[in-house]
C-alpha cells in the first residue's frame, strides 16, 4: 500500500522537493562548520541590508493574497453544498447566501487593509543603514508584519466561514429550523477575522515612512 | 627469384619515397636527400632515426669501406637543387606512378643494390664531389651521356664521373618536364656504362636544396605552454609592523590612492615607502602609522574585543586618518570592516564615495572632497603569532549580494505558492460516493 501511494506523482514530487530542501541546507550547514565560516551567518546583515520597501510590499501582497484565498475556499466549500443540496431541496439557495457574503466580507477586510497598508509606504533617500534610520526600518517590519496578521486570520476565518456555511446548508435542506442556530455558529466565526484587521491597524499605527 | 626482388625493390623505393614524405616536414636545416646504387652490392645501411640529418662524416664512414675495396667508378648525378620535396612533388607518390618524373632512376634503383641518405647536411655547394675526391683520390671528369659513350674508362683505377644537371629555373619548359629529361640523361649514362659492361656505383644529389623550410626561433628558455598575457608586474612584499621583534600589524595593498582635490589628482601611495614610526600594538588596540616621503601620513586604528552573542573576538578598523599638509580627516570604517580576530580582513576597493566602508567622522567642508580609494586592500591587526603570512582573509564580499537574497526570498515564496495552488487543483476529484450504477438514478422535482 506504501508503494500505492509512493507510485502517486504528487508523493514522489513532494519528497523530491523536500529531499531537495534538507539536504541543501544540510550540506550549506556542514559547510559553514567545517570551513569555520559560520560567522557568516549573519541574520543581523540580512536583516539591515535587504531593503525595507520589500517588506512592506510582501506586507501588501500577503494580506491581499491570503485573504482571498481564505474568501475563495470559504465559498468554494459553501457553494458547492448551497448547489448540491440546492438540487433536492431549491428553496435552501436564496437563505442561504448569508453564508457566501460572510466569505466574501474576509476578502473586503483584506483589501482595505492591504490599501490602508500601501498608503503607508513612502520613498526616502536613504543608501546604507544609517542614512536609512530606525524609524525606516520599523515602518518595513510593522507593514509586513500587519499584512500577514490581516492575511492569515482571514484566511482562516475564511476557511472556518465556509465550513460552516456548508453544515449550514445542507441541515437547512434537512429541516429549515436548523438554519438559524447555525448562523450563530457563522458569527463566531467572521467575528475572528475581524480580530486580524484590528490588530494589523494597531500595528501599523506608527508607522512613519519617509526621511 | 627475380621478381620477387624486383617487386622488393619496387616496394623499397615506395618506401624510401614515403620515409622522404615523412621527413619531409620535420626538418628546416639545409639537406639534401642522396641515392646511391651500385651494381655491385652495397653494404647495409641502418635506417636514420625520422628528423635525422646524417653529416658529411657518416657518409664518408659509410664510403670509406665500399670504396676500400679495389677500384671503382663513382658516377655522380649532381642536380643544381634537390629536395625530398622535389621527389615527393614529382614522384607520383600518390597513387600516380605513371606521372612520376623519376622512372629511370626508379629502375635503377630497383635493378640495383641501393642505399639512401634522406637527409645529407648541406653545408657548400662542392661539399659532395670534395667529400668523393677526397676518397676516391681523383679528380672529377666532367661528362654527359653523349660524351661518355666515347670517353675511355679505365676500371682499374677510382674514377669519378660528374653529370650536372639542372634545376627548374623560370625558363619555357616546366619543372616536371626538366626533371622528365634529367631522368632521360641519367637513364642513358647508366644505359652507356653498361653497354660498356663497367661496373660502377652511381650517386644521385643535388648541390644545394631546392627548398629550405625555415622555422620560426623558438624561445629556448620556455618549453611548454605559458599564458599570452603581459607579464605579471613583481608583487611588493606587505607592510610588516614589528613589536618586540615579532611581526604585529600586516597591511598590503595593490594601490592606496588618495587626492585631496580634483585638480591636483590621484596619488599612489602604494609605491613609496612608508616609515612606521609611532605605530603601536598591543593585545586590544593596533595602530599602524605610515609616513610617506611626500608629506602623507597615513594612519589605521584598529580594536579587538569579545563579542558575547557571538561568542568569539572580533576586530574592527576603527578610523582611518589622513593628514596631509597639516590637515587631518579622519574616516570611521568599523561599520564596514571587521572580521573575526583570527583572520585578516580583504576587500577589493575601500574607499570613502562608492559603496564607501569609509565615512567621514567630521562634517568639515573642506575636507569633503578628499578622496581614499585602496584598491585589492589586506590588513591584519592581530593574532599574527610570530608569522608573516596572512592569516584566512575574510573578504567584504559576501557570497550571495542583499539584493539575491531578496530575489531568492520572494520567488520562493511565490514558487511556494503555487506548489500550494497546484497541489490543491491536482487533488480535486469527482464525486463518486453516491454512484451507484444499478441503483435507480436520482429525481429531480420539479417544484419547491
Same mark, same amino acid.
Given at each position: 500500500?506504501?508503494?500505492?501511494?509512493?507510485?502517486?506523482?504528487?508523493?514522489?514530487?513532494?519528497?523530491?522537493?523536500?529531499?531537495?530542501?534538507?539536504?541543501?541546507?544540510?550540506?550549506?550547514?556542514?559547510?559553514?562548520?567545517?570551513? @569555520?565560516?559560520?560567522?557568516?551567518? @549573519?541574520?543581523?546583515?540580512?536583516?539591515?541590508?535587504?531593503?525595507?520597501?520589500?517588506?512592506?510590499?510582501?506586507?501588501?501582497?500577503?494580506?491581499?493574497?491570503? +485573504?482571498?484565498?481564505?474568501?475563495?475556499?470559504?465559498?468554494? =466549500?459553501?457553494? +458547492?453544498?448551497?448547489?448540491?443540496?440546492?438540487?433536492?431541496?431549491?428553496?435552501?439557495?436564496?437563505?442561504?447566501?448569508?453564508?457566501? =457574503?460572510?466569505?466574501?466580507?474576509?476578502?473586503?477586510?483584506?483589501?482595505?487593509?492591504?490599501?490602508?497598508?500601501?498608503?503607508?509606504?513612502?520613498?526616502?533617500?536613504?543608501?546604507?543603514?544609517?542614512?536609512?534610520?530606525?524609524?525606516?526600518?520599523?515602518?518595513?517590519?510593522?507593514?509586513?508584519?500587519?499584512?500577514?496578521?490581516?492575511?492569515?486570520?482571514?484566511?482562516?476565518?475564511?476557511?472556518?466561514?465556509?465550513?460552516?456555511? +456548508?453544515?449550514?446548508?445542507?441541515? @437547512?435542506?434537512?429541516?429549515?429550523?436548523?438554519?438559524?442556530?447555525?448562523?450563530?455558529?457563522?458569527?463566531?466565526? +467572521?467575528?475572528?477575522?475581524?480580530?486580524?484587521?484590528?490588530?494589523?491597524?494597531?500595528?501599523?499605527?506608527?508607522?512613519?515612512?519617509? @526621511? | 627469384?627475380?621478381?620477387?626482388?624486383?617487386?622488393?625493390?619496387?616496394?623499397?623505393?615506395?618506401?624510401?619515397?614515403?620515409?622522404?614524405?615523412?621527413?619531409?616536414?620535420?626538418?628546416?636545416?639545409?639537406?639534401?636527400?642522396?641515392?646511391?646504387?651500385?651494381?655491385?652490392?652495397?653494404?647495409?645501411?641502418?635506417?636514420?632515426?625520422?628528423?635525422?640529418?646524417?653529416?658529411?662524416?657518416?657518409?664518408?664512414?659509410?664510403?670509406?669501406?665500399?670504396?676500400?675495396?679495389?677500384?671503382?667508378?663513382?658516377?655522380?648525378?649532381?642536380?643544381?637543387?634537390?629536395?625530398?620535396?622535389?621527389?615527393?612533388?614529382?614522384?607520383?607518390?600518390?597513387?600516380?606512378?605513371?606521372?612520376?618524373?623519376?622512372?629511370?632512376?626508379?629502375?635503377?634503383?630497383?635493378?640495383?643494390?641501393?642505399?639512401?641518405?634522406?637527409?645529407?647536411?648541406?653545408?657548400?655547394?662542392?661539399?659532395?664531389?670534395?667529400?668523393?675526391?677526397?676518397?676516391?683520390?681523383?679528380?672529377?671528369?666532367?661528362?654527359?651521356?653523349?660524351?661518355?659513350?666515347?670517353?675511355?674508362?679505365?676500371?682499374?683505377?677510382?674514377?669519378?664521373?660528374?653529370?650536372?644537371?639542372?634545376?627548374?629555373?623560370?625558363?619555357?619548359?616546366?619543372?616536371?618536364?626538366?626533371?622528365?629529361?634529367?631522368?632521360?640523361?641519367?637513364?642513358?649514362?647508366?644505359?652507356?656504362?653498361?653497354?660498356?659492361?663497367?661496373?660502377?656505383?652511381?650517386?644521385?644529389?643535388?648541390?644545394?636544396?631546392?627548398?629550405?623550410?625555415?622555422?620560426?626561433?623558438?624561445?629556448?628558455?620556455?618549453?611548454?605552454?605559458?599564458?599570452?598575457?603581459?607579464?605579471?608586474?613583481?608583487?611588493?612584499?606587505?607592510?610588516?609592523?614589528?613589536?618586540?621583534?615579532?611581526?604585529?600589524?600586516?597591511?598590503?595593498?595593490?594601490?592606496?590612492?588618495?587626492?585631496?582635490?580634483?585638480?591636483?589628482?590621484?596619488?599612489?601611495?602604494?609605491?613609496?615607502?612608508?616609515?612606521?614610526?609611532?605605530?603601536?600594538?598591543?593585545?586590544?588596540?593596533?595602530?599602524?602609522?605610515?609616513?610617506?616621503?611626500?608629506?602623507?601620513?597615513?594612519?589605521?586604528?584598529?580594536?579587538?574585543?569579545?563579542?558575547?552573542?557571538?561568542?568569539?573576538?572580533?576586530?574592527?578598523?576603527?578610523?582611518?586618518?589622513?593628514?596631509?599638509?597639516?590637515?587631518?580627516?579622519?574616516?570611521?570604517?568599523?561599520?564596514?570592516?571587521?572580521?573575526?580576530?583570527?583572520?585578516?580582513?580583504?576587500?577589493?576597493?575601500? /574607499?570613502?564615495?562608492? /559603496?564607501?566602508?569609509?565615512?567621514?567622522?567630521?562634517?568639515?567642508?573642506?575636507?569633503?572632497?578628499?578622496?581614499? /580609494?585602496?584598491?585589492?586592500?589586506?590588513?591584519?591587526?592581530?593574532?599574527?603569532?610570530?608569522?608573516?603570512?596572512?592569516?584566512?582573509?575574510?573578504?567584504?564580499?559576501?557570497?550571495?549580494?542583499?539584493?539575491?537574497?531578496?530575489?531568492?526570498?520572494?520567488?520562493?515564496?511565490?514558487?511556494?505558492?503555487?506548489?500550494?495552488?497546484?497541489?490543491?487543483?491536482?487533488?480535486?476529484?469527482?464525486?463518486?460516493?453516491?454512484?451507484?450504477?444499478?441503483?435507480?438514478?436520482?429525481?429531480?422535482?420539479?417544484?419547491?
Amino acid at each position: 500500500m506504501l508503494l500505492e501511494w509512493m507510485m502517486n506523482g504528487h508523493a514522489i514530487l513532494y519528497t523530491g522537493v523536500t529531499l531537495a530542501f534538507w539536504s541543501t541546507i544540510l550540506i550549506v550547514g556542514i559547510c559553514y562548520t567545517i570551513f @569555520d565560516l559560520g560567522f557568516r551567518f @549573519d541574520v543581523a546583515w540580512f536583516l539591515t541590508e535587504t531593503s525595507p520597501f520589500m517588506w512592506a510590499n510582501l506586507g501588501i501582497g500577503l494580506a491581499i493574497s491570503l +485573504s482571498v484565498v481564505g474568501a475563495a475556499w470559504g465559498i468554494y =466549500i459553501t457553494g +458547492s453544498s448551497i448547489i448540491g443540496g440546492g438540487v433536492k431541496a431549491p428553496r435552501i439557495k436564496t437563505k442561504n447566501l448569508v453564508s457566501i =457574503i460572510f466569505c466574501e466580507a474576509v476578502a473586503i477586510y483584506g483589501i482595505i487593509m492591504a490599501i490602508v497598508i500601501s498608503n503607508m509606504a513612502e520613498n526616502f533617500s536613504g543608501t546604507t543603514p544609517e542614512t536609512i534610520g530606525a524609524r525606516n526600518y520599523q515602518a518595513g517590519y510593522s507593514m509586513f508584519g500587519a499584512g500577514l496578521t490581516v492575511g492569515f486570520s482571514n484566511l482562516f476565518c475564511g476557511i472556518c466561514v465556509g465550513i460552516v456555511g +456548508s453544515g449550514a446548508a445542507l441541515a @437547512d435542506a434537512q429541516n429549515p429550523s436548523l438554519f438559524v442556530k447555525i448562523l450563530i455558529v457563522e458569527i463566531f466565526g +467572521s467575528a475572528i477575522g475581524l480580530f486580524g484587521v484590528i490588530v494589523a491597524i494597531l500595528q501599523t499605527s506608527k508607522v512613519k515612512m519617509g @526621511d | 627469384m627475380a621478381e620477387s626482388r624486383i617487386h622488393a625493390r619496387g616496394r623499397l623505393f615506395s618506401f624510401i619515397l614515403l620515409f622522404f614524405v615523412g621527413l619531409s616536414s620535420v626538418n628546416s636545416t639545409a639537406q639534401v636527400p642522396l641515392v646511391i646504387w651500385s651494381t655491385d652490392s652495397l653494404p647495409p645501411l641502418p635506417s636514420p632515426s625520422a628528423g635525422h640529418i646524417s653529416s658529411d662524416q657518416e657518409l664518408a664512414v659509410y664510403l670509406r669501406p665500399v670504396f676500400a675495396s679495389g677500384p671503382h667508378t663513382v658516377l655522380l648525378f649532381l642536380q643544381e637543387k634537390l629536395s625530398k620535396d622535389d621527389l615527393t612533388h614529382y614522384g607520383g607518390v600518390f597513387g600516380n606512378k605513371q606521372d612520376s618524373a623519376f622512372k629511370n632512376l626508379e629502375a635503377a634503383l630497383r635493378s640495383s643494390s641501393s642505399v639512401t641518405f634522406p637527409a645529407l647536411e648541406w653545408r657548400s655547394p662542392s661539399a659532395v664531389t670534395a667529400l668523393l675526391e677526397a676518397e676516391l683520390g681523383a679528380s672529377p671528369v666532367l661528362a654527359d651521356p653523349d660524351t661518355l659513350s666515347h670517353l675511355s674508362i679505365d676500371t682499374s683505377v677510382n674514377n669519378l664521373l660528374l653529370i650536372n644537371l639542372p634545376y627548374c629555373s623560370d625558363s619555357l619548359k616546366s619543372c616536371k618536364e626538366l626533371l622528365h629529361d634529367n631522368d632521360e640523361v641519367l637513364g642513358k649514362a647508366l644505359s652507356v656504362l653498361q653497354t660498356k659492361g663497367i661496373p660502377y656505383i652511381s650517386i644521385f644529389t643535388g648541390q644545394q636544396p631546392s627548398r629550405v623550410i625555415s622555422e620560426t626561433a623558438v624561445p629556448q628558455e620556455k618549453v611548454g605552454r605559458s599564458l599570452l598575457q603581459a607579464v605579471a608586474p613583481d608583487v611588493k612584499p606587505p607592510i610588516v609592523f614589528n613589536s618586540t621583534g615579532n611581526p604585529c600589524i600586516m597591511l598590503w595593498a595593490q594601490n592606496l590612492n588618495v587626492s585631496v582635490s580634483e585638480s591636483t589628482g590621484w596619488i599612489d601611495l602604494a609605491a613609496q615607502t612608508p616609515n612606521l614610526t609611532g605605530s603601536t600594538c598591543s593585545s586590544s588596540s593596533s595602530q599602524l602609522v605610515l609616513r610617506y616621503p611626500s608629506g602623507h601620513v597615513l594612519s589605521f586604528s584598529m580594536s579587538q574585543r569579545f563579542y558575547p552573542v557571538s561568542a568569539r573576538n572580533w576586530f574592527s578598523l576603527d578610523t582611518v586618518e589622513l593628514q596631509v599638509g597639516g590637515v587631518t580627516a579622519s574616516y570611521v570604517g568599523s561599520r564596514g570592516i571587521y572580521a573575526p580576530a583570527e583572520y585578516s580582513f580583504r576587500c577589493q576597493s575601500v /574607499n570613502n564615495f562608492q /559603496n564607501a566602508l569609509l565615512v567621514m567622522n567630521s562634517t568639515n567642508q573642506s575636507l569633503s572632497q578628499w578622496r581614499l /580609494n585602496f584598491i585589492d586592500f589586506q590588513i591584519q591587526g592581530f593574532s599574527l603569532n610570530n608569522g608573516t603570512n596572512f592569516s584566512y582573509a575574510s573578504d567584504c564580499a559576501s557570497f550571495f549580494t542583499p539584493a539575491i537574497w531578496m530575489g531568492l526570498l520572494t520567488s520562493l515564496l511565490m514558487l511556494l505558492i503555487f506548489v500550494y495552488g497546484l497541489h490543491m487543483i491536482m487533488q480535486l476529484n469527482t464525486m463518486d460516493r453516491f454512484d451507484d450504477p444499478k441503483g435507480p438514478s436520482i429525481s429531480v422535482p420539479q417544484s419547491e
